[in-house]
């Protein structure tokens, strides 16, 4: 058996060079839709050629109800929200992920929401990528694979290191428009990278945070500071940052 889990993000998939896709009534968004299940059938396919016996996909982006399932890889298994990885997998991938909040030439760069602006995780500056790989490493299985812009293939590269695959797809012009390759060669450079990571994903270690967790997020706004303020184990340290200590990365988005 060796079973694959792929986090989904949208952002950093290949052709969506516009920011409308964050409005879900657009054309941009309903096109955004087909490629984004066709490069996650990518993906797929690389980890059923590398010999996946199990592959699950999570529907990540905003809504959870993004992948067009009926043309989603037969042989993919597919959820949402709740994310059922445990330490049975092998490996995850995570395809058409962005950079952190704040990073420069980074399309549609965010963490979580416009609210977050910056993110840290036992002192570690984070975003979705590495909230994704805590969470995977806490059942101690490596990210292997990323796919997204340049500036967000670098940032997985510096935080779980060289040794992983990723595949760039596009290169941020600034933050709302991206010059992007073609979907179709997007998909091929996909389908041989999941193979080849799938191969060394015994070498490459799980980004495992040391247990109890400290998370810290400064806000965009003093406001959410003043809410979460109150709440049981969280500190606020200055006007904008909360602190709170988690036992483990899966509570690592409890406030
Ligand atoms: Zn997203």
Known sequence: MVKVYIFTDMEGI?????NAIWDQK????????????KEVNAAVEGALEGGATTVVVNDGHDGHNNIIVEDLH?????ETGECSLDETYDAAFLIGYHAMAGTEKAFLDHTQGPRW?????NGIRVG????????????GVPVVLVTGDAAACKEAKELLGDEIETVVVKYALNRFSARSIHPKKARRLIREAAKRALAKAHEIKPFKLKTPIEVKVEWATTDI??????????RRIDARTIVKIVPTALEILNF
């Open 225 to 234: 500071a003043d809410s979460l303020e109150r709440r049981e184990g969280v």
């Open 14 to 18: 290949s052709g969506i060079t516009t």
């Open 74 to 78: 037969p042989e993919a298994e597919y």
């Open 128 to 139: 979705e990528i590495g909230q994704c790989a805590a969470i995977a490493g806490h059942y």
């Open 117 to 121: 602006h910056n993110y840290f995780l």
């Open 26 to 37: 657009s054309d941009a968004y309903r096109a955004g839709r087909t490629l984004l299940t």
